[in-house]
């Protein structure tokens, strides 16, 4: 009799493992919309007005075996023309570290291109983020982009003025920057 119910027990145990692990690498459903910040890093003689800036972000994330995160899904940001046909704006991005790359593959006429709008980084239950958003170079290379932490363009959301966007940024960011903070 003991037998059976250390089985029993044993068997329940190893069910509730298994349940937990698929339920962990199920697809979880990110729905995020609302208002966010854009503005420009640096010194008062260096700053733009900052902008507010109506964000929405739909899709599934998805969990990898290492521990990274995958959005498969659509990010719009209002009064941004992303260069990209409707049909391809789908993005999938790797979070490694809490940060992946916002980049579009764009197929048109027999040619692949990538629009790269800047690097996202997001908290683990994907309620908020920030994007550095890359700029072209002042070198004016063809598709060379980049991003400053002295002068950088800057998105946040939530965020209602550029003193929380900041701090948002600074909490997402900080592995990133190594300790550094954005001014």
């Not at 910040?37 to 733009?48: A, F, I, Q, S, T």
């Not at 690097?119 to 400053?148: G, M, Y």
Request: overall charge negative; glycine content about 8%; hydrophobic content about 40%.
């Amino acid at each position: 009799m003991r037998k059976k119910i250390i089985s029993i027990v044993l068997a329940i145990w190893v069910l509730m493992i298994v349940i937990s692990v698929v339920l962990l690498f199920l697809p979880r459903t990110i729905h995020l919309d609302g208002v966010g910040v854009k503005y420009r890093l640096g010194g008062e003689d260096n700053r733009e007005p900052e902008q507010t800036v109506h964000i929405k972000m739909d899709g599934k994330r998805y969990l990898t075996t290492s521990g990274d995160y995958i959005f498969k899904g659509t990010i719009d940001i209002e009064g941004e023309p992303f260069p990209v046909p409707e049909d391809q704006k789908m993005l999938k991005i790797r979070f490694h570290k809490g940060y992946g790359s916002m980049e579009y593959i764009i197929f048109e006429n027999g040619k692949t291109d990538i629009f790269l709008y800047g690097t996202l980084f997001v908290d683990r239950a994907f309620s908020k983020l920030t994007i550095a958003i890359s700029e072209k170079d002042s070198n004016e290379e063809q598709n060379s982009k980049s991003w400053s932490a002295e002068d950088g363009l800057m998105l946040s959301m939530p965020a209602t003025n550029r003193s929380e966007a900041i701090q948002l940024s600074n909490e997402l960011m900080e592995t990133y920057l190594g300790g550094d903070t954005l001014k």
